[in-house]
Nanobody, 120 residues
Framework: QVQLVESGGGLVQAGGSLRLSCAAS?????????VGWFRQVPGKERESVAA????????YYADSVKGRFTISRDNVKNTVYLQMNSLKPEDTAVYYC????????????WGQGTQVTVSS
């Protein structure tokens, strides 16, 4: 099994930056794994924010965060990061990381989430 632990959330003013981390333990990500960041606001559906392939580092972003967020990985540390710049109040949510065994596969391991709050 894979355990995912997010960190780095907090309170920031609009226009500020945060970097989220998703550390994996228990088992390393497989070569073909996909790791994604999601966010959810109470009462709304969970939204995919960004994703990265573990092997080649291909990245994907939601239109709402393109140009502001950057997803990256550190294969040695088995960690995925989400650098969030130019934050907006509408970015406020609980952010989760999750892993899928391959691109297009179901995300089957999830972290506990970290709160990001952006004040106006």
């Amino acid at each position: 099994q894979v355990q995912l632990v997010e960190s780095g959330g907090g309170l920031v003013q609009a226009g500020g930056s945060l970097r989220l981390s998703c550390a994996a333990s228990g088992r390393t990500f497989s070569t073909y794994a996909m790791v994604g960041w999601f966010r959810q606001v109470p009462g709304k559906e969970r939204e995919s924010v960004a994703a990265i392939t573990w092997s080649g580092g291909s990245t994907y972003y939601a239109d709402s965060v393109k140009g502001r967020f950057t997803i990256s990985r550190d294969n040695v540390k088995n960690t995925v990061y989400l650098q969030m710049n130019s934050l907006k109040p509408e970015d406020t949510a609980v952010y989760y990381c999750a892993s899928a065994p391959m691109r297009g596969g179901q995300y089957d391991y999830w972290g506990q989430g970290t709160q990001v709050t952006v004040s106006s």
